[in-house]
Each structure stands twice: as C-alpha cells, then as structure tokens.
C-alpha cells in the first residue's frame, strides 16, 4: 500500500506517463540492446535511448520489514524489498500479499499501480504459489 | 624539493549526545578553537579550513568569519557523507604536501537533535518533500537509511548466513569498549546479548542496537607537516596512506551490494601507500553506522576471510577490550556518538597517541580507519602511525 501521494519532477515525467497507463518503463540503448534502470537520464541522447515497456514481474533479491509505529502506538510491519526485474535492472519497492516472517528470497513479484494524488505509484506484490 | 609529510597535530572534540540549545555551526566553532589549542597554536596559525556537515545549510565555509581567520590558502566545504572525513583527512594532507597550505583545520559538525524530539524524528524531519525517484522509494516505505541498510545486511545474511545473533555480538563488544570511554554516551550502560535481541526491531533484521546513535557535537583535526608537528604540543600522528573507493549504481544494480563495500579495494591501496601490511595493524577504527558495517568493513578489509565475519567476530576471545581484534576501542558510533567519519577519525588519533587511558591498546604504531557513506556507495580509508 503507498503511504501518500508523489509529486513527479522533469526526470521522473516520462515515467509516470507510463505508470498512469499501467506501464513500467525502462530504458533500452538502441546501440547495444541493453535495457537499463529508470532512473537513466535518456535526455542525454533521445534518439539513442527509448523507452519501452518492461513484462513488469521480477524476483526478490533481497527484503526487509520495517517497523512503523503509529500515532496509537501501535506497531505495523511493513515488507520491502529490491527486486531484480526480469530485464536485469534493480528496484527497490514495497512488496505486498506476502507474509513478513517468510523467507522473501527467491519470490516472484509483479508490479501493479496505486493512484495516490495526481500519479500512480508502482510497488510489487508476490505472484502467488511461488517461492 | 621534498614534499613535506603530513601529520595530524592537534583534535578537538565538542560535548556529545544530548546536547541542546547550540547550532552545527557553534559546534564546529568549538571544535577548531578546542583543536588548535590541543595542538598548542593560535587560531592565526591556520592557513586552511575544510568544513563539513550533515547539511550543507547548517555548517559552511562562513565558518571562517565565525573564527575571524585570514588570509587563508585553502578554504572549502566538502561532501562525501560518511567518507567525508577520512577525504578531508586526505585532501588537506595533500594541500600540505604540494605546500599550498601549511596548517589546516577540518572540522565537521551536527545538530540534529532537538529538546523534547525523539531521536527517530530528528532525521526523519530533515527529509525532502516526497518527489521524483527518492519519492517513489518513500512511498514505499523505504525512507530511512536504517532500512536501506537492513536490505544490504539481509544479502549478507542470505548468501553467508551471517545472523542476528552474530551482529550482536558486535554491538555488545563495542558497548564494552564504551564503558572504558568517559565521552561515550553510552558510558555507564554495559550491554548484553539478551538484551540487544530482545531491543525493539526498527527494521528487520535490524533491532535498535543495530543501529548507530544519533549525537548533536562537533570534532576537528589539525593536519599539518610532520616537522612542524614535531615543534608542537603532542604526539604527532603521520599520515601514511590513503585511498578512496566508490563502487557506483547502488540501487541500480550492484551485485556486490551487501556483500562487498569499497573497502575492498581501498584497504590494500592505502595499505601499500603507507608501506604496512595488515598484520602490522594494531587497532582498527571502522565506520560502524550499523553493526553490519562495522562486520562487512572487517571482511573486506581481509581481517577476516570475506563470508565468515558473522561466526569469526561472535567467537569469544575476538571482539571487546580482551579481544584479539582491536575494533572501535572507543565505542564507536553504535556505542559512543555519531559524528559521522569523524567517529572512527578522532579515536583512530586519540589511540595512535597513546591517550587512550583505560582503552589504551598496547599495539598501536599503525592505525586503520574507515569511512563509510551513503548505503555503502563512498568510501575513504586512512592509515594513520605514530612517529618513528
């Protein structure tokens, strides 16, 4: 679940171009093939660098569960985790439908969108009777 | 011409911890004035001054105005978050090497505690509006460094089975070394294993003695020649060796992260530099923001053999005042304050001095020190020796 809304700036533009479209764009390099993170500044070289859709379902590679205590009191624990897209980038994001004393290693993700505000925000929820 | 060799000559040390009422930049003021006098000199003598804090609005290169100083050489603010210290260590010893300038304080200072706020707000309130990439991340919940550093520790623990129990072992050593340390804020708290397992979790694996202090305080050095330092009020402490290392696209993709820093390649650079192996190093100060990084620095380092620090540190007899391995005798930053790399730079010189009073190692003519920033991102090591 995503805590509140995002504000996106120039380099996150294209991004959530494609999050409102329930994509997850990465950055492919026309010269060498190689799909890259996100976060490459393609502006650098446009004709160089396109976007393009990533299949969206990667594999935990590592996670953790944080402890946030609310107004109450009360404690949540909350999985995250990097996971590798199947692509080969990496990407940090909370992961959902899974059970926080499980071992996550190894876990199938899918991404799926949340609107929060005026964008919709990626985060990764297990891929069901997967380990 | 010979290049002159540097040498630290003077340390000043604010007060630690829970200290309200004063900004960064007060600090820092304080402890360039505590550090020239320890080194027996005049604010006048100083030619350079290399600042540095945990925001760059809160401590700067105004500092000079605050001091009064002129005519300085060498004047900037520099940033490499936990590496900063170890850089500045570095950069000014080159500035006295190339005789651009000859008498230099580096100084880094912090004020992120505030009377009646938890320690856990002070750096969560500090944070930028949710935007752009990082406000993606946050989103999510990864918003804390704490966390960040807990998926690092998890890859360790995955790939090695390193455990909770064997990071514990660390921070109850270095609690035993902070009860030998007067200045430590944990001085007086003796800590045990029971205890750390059953400390609240802040992120798993992390329990909250895990994770570093969070100290309002200032720290500076005094680097200048060694013959100059010879002249004056202490033991000067020479700087033989230096490196840095910077491993690049953490969080993109590093499939090192967790299990190799830049300590690896930085360690034997400095090492050479300082013509000194590992086996010639007394004490060992290591940036311990976690007690993961104070086990993966070790590894890295080749204390011990990469993958095995979890059972290697937890054996009796390793760790803690009695131990073999003299790590972080003052507490370090999970045990006596967090003034970034300026934690492991001013014990690193208070034991190659020999001042260490009742944590006062025996062997001590080389000393090592790391540096450590962002999640494992920059890196600086030292090589530190007595004279002759």
């Known amino acids: 679940m995503i805590g509140f809304p995002v504000q996106r700036d120039e380099a996150t533009a294209e991004f959530f171009d494609g999050t409102v479209r329930g994509e997850f764009l990465l950055v492919r390099d026309t010269r060498t093939g190689a799909l890259l993170a996100p976060q490459f500044d393609r502006s650098v070289d446009p004709r160089r660098y396109e976007l393009v859709p990533a299949a969206g379902t990667g594999t935990v590679v590592s996670w953790a569960v944080v402890h946030q205590r609310g107004a109450d009191g009360a404690t949540s624990r909350v999985p995250v985790g990097i996971v590798e897209l199947d692509e080969g980038p990496w990407w940090w994001t909370s992961i959902e439908g899974v059970d926080p004393d499980d071992n996550l290693l190894g876990r199938h993700v899918v991404v799926a969108f949340e609107k929060v505000g005026d964008e919709a925000v990626p985060y990764f929820t297990a891929i069901e009777g997967t380990a | ?388």
């Open chain 2, 1 to 388: 011409m010979a290049h002159p060799e540097p040498a630290v000559a003077g340390l000043g040390i604010t007060e630690q911890g829970k200290v309200y009422g004063r900004t960064a930049a007060q600090f820092a003021a304080e402890a360039v004035r505590l550090a020239v006098v320890d080194a027996g000199l005049e604010l006048d003598d100083l030619d350079g001054l290399l600042v540095s804090g945990r925001l760059s609005d809160s401590v700067g290169i105004d500092l000079q105005g605050s001091l009064g100083l002129t005519d300085l050489r060498l004047l900037t603010y520099m940033q490499g978050y936990g590496s900063t210290a170890g850089q500045m260590v570095q950069y000014a010893a080159m500035a006295v090497q190339a005789g651009m300038a000859d008498t230099i304080a580096i100084v880094w200072a912090d004020d992120p505690l505030k009377d009646r706020t938890r320690a856990s707000a002070a750096y969560a309130k500090a944070g930028s509006a949710p935007t752009g990439w990082r406000g993606i991340t946050t989103a999510n919940g990864i918003y804390s460094a704490n966390t960040m550093y807990a998926l690092a520790a998890r890859r360790h623990m995955a790939r090695y089975g390193t455990t909770q129990d064997h990071l514990g072992h660390i921070a109850v050593a270095q609690r035993e070394w902070a009860q030998l340390n007067p200045i430590a804020q944990f001085y007086g708290t003796p800590l045990t294993l029971e205890e750390y397992h059953a400390s609240r979790y802040i992120a798993e694996p992390f329990h909250l003695y895990d994770c570093c202090l969070i100290s309002n305080g200032g720290v500076a050095v005094i680097v200048t020649s060694l013959e100059r330092a010879r002249g004056l009020r202490q033991p000067p402490v020479r700087i033989l060796g230096w490196a840095q290392a910077h491993p690049g696209n953490v969080g993109i993709r590093n499939d090192d992260f967790g299990l190799v820093s830049g300590a690896a390649a930085a360690g034997p650079r400095a090492l050479e530099m300082a013509d000194t192996t590992l086996d010639e190093i007394g004490v060992v100060q290591v940036y311990d923001c976690y007690t993961f990084t104070a086990l993966l620095t070790l590894e890295d380092y080749g204390f011990i053999p990469k993958g095995e620090g979890g059972p290697a540190l937890a054996e009796p007899g390793m760790l803690g005042p009695k131990g073999r391995l003299k790590v972080n005798t003052g507490g370090g930053e999970l045990s006596a304050f967090y003034m970034w790399g300026m934690t492991p730079v001013h014990e690193a010189v208070v034991q190659a001095r020999g001042q260490g009073g009742a944590r006062q190692v025996e062997q001590y003519d080389r000393v090592l020190v790391s540096g450590n920033g962002g999640v494992l991102d920059y890196h600086s090591t030292l090589v530190l020796g007595t004279d002759r």
